[in-house]
């Protein structure tokens, strides 16, 4: 449980700082860049969640 927790808290302080590169340089991969990282980031959540759920259920 505590590595997905970390996981999804560095990968969204990954995404943030990918959009901070982006409004700061102005070049689009960053901003393709974080948007990965956020999808990423959501799918890692759900995934945490339903592992809450699955435990519960169990």
Do not use: E, N
């Amino acid at each position: 449980m505590l590595i997905f927790r970390w996981l999804v808290l560095f990968l969204l302080l990954g995404a943030a700082l990918s959009f901070a590169f982006y409004l700061g340089t102005g070049r689009v991969y960053f901003k393709r860049w974080a948007l990965l990282i956020l999808k990423w980031s959501v799918i890692a959540g759900i995934s945490f969640f339903a592992v809450l759920m699955l435990g519960r259920i169990v």
